[in-house]
């Protein structure tokens, strides 16, 4: 089995999707507003996924799923992902206004999807932890604003964490997780503390690429899934062996 992440699709279909379907589908907020890199991406995401991932395997979906402002207005957006291949594995991005109680949420997901909030997907000898995250005090943006949304996530982390029973963490966030310098912080040293073995984030697009930091650091391997900043195509961050341990 393999693992794989991507995040930010920003997805905004209007009529559901036809996989036999040749042009564009019709979406409620195209992408290519944001630059030409951006031009028929969810097509692009299709293709490159079917490619990639097996029936089999696991993608964490970072954050920033759909434009939809209620759940309802979302259901084309996740019936899409529903039919690509593998074992979907979802949390928030800050751009997720659609997803308010996650008990609801959760009623309404076509199959093959799973979504983390508070707690944690159990895998064979590993599992699958995860929050949206906030900007980092560290950071230049950070105001005082900022201080109770990044509190309440370092909550929301932590009992996710406490949900992976002490088995090897793969960490799923929206925000970077780590300082632009690769400087420790409470983020890191939860990591630390729960056996993280492995961090994925998104948020980070065009020239902010520019401050991602990927490899390792402190122990735990950092990697930017930001869809446009991996050509569309889900990145593989493990497998499991035959005796289900990752490498």
Same mark, same amino acid.
């Given at each position: ?9 920003? !997805? *905004? ?37 079917? +490619? ?6 696991? @993608?964490?979906?970072?954050? /920033? ?16 992902? %529903? ?10 991005? #800050? ?11 959760? +009623? ?6 799973? @979504?983390?909030? #508070? ?8 599992? @699958?932890?995860? %929050? ?5 005090? *560290?950071? *230049? ?32 966030? =929206? ?5 632009? +310098?690769?400087?420790? #912080? ?9 056996? @993280? ?7 980070? =697009? /065009?020239? *902010? ?14 990697? !930017? ?5 991996? %050509? ?16």
């Amino acid at each position: 089995m393999k693992i794989f992440a991507i995040s930010d699709l920003h !997805l *905004s279909l209007t009529s559901p999707f036809d996989p036999e379907r040749k042009e564009t589908p019709a979406e409620g907020k195209p992408m290519s507003v944001f630059g030409t890199q951006w031009n028929n991406h969810m097509l692009r995401i299709e293709d490159a996924w079917k +490619k990639t991932v097996s029936s089999g395997d696991v @993608v964490l979906i970072a954050g /920033d799923i759909s434009w939809a402002m209620k759940p309802e207005e979302a259901r084309y957006d996740l019936d899409f992902i %529903s039919h690509l291949p593998g074992r979907k594995i979802m949390i928030k991005g #800050n751009h997720d206004l659609w997803w308010h109680s996650v008990g609801k949420i959760r +009623k309404m997901l076509p199959d093959g999807i799973e @979504v983390i909030q #508070n707690d944690a997907v159990i895998l064979p000898d590993l599992a @699958v932890c995860g %929050s949206r995250l906030w900007l980092l005090p *560290s950071s *230049s943006d950070f105001k005082k604003d900022d201080e109770p949304i990044y509190r309440r996530e370092l909550i929301r982390m932590e009992l996710s964490l406490k949900a992976a029973m002490g088995k090897p963490v793969i960490a799923m966030t =929206h925000f970077m997780p780590i300082g632009e +310098k690769g400087e420790r #912080n409470e983020v890191i040293d939860l990591f630390r503390d729960y056996h @993280v073995k492995k961090a994925v984030y998104g948020h980070l =697009h /065009d020239k *902010s690429h520019a401050i991602a930091v990927e490899g390792e650091k402190h122990g735990i391997s950092f990697y !930017l899934t930001s869809a446009d900043y991996i %050509s569309f195509c889900p990145r593989l961050i493990a497998e499991l062996d035959e005796d289900q341990k990752m490498f």
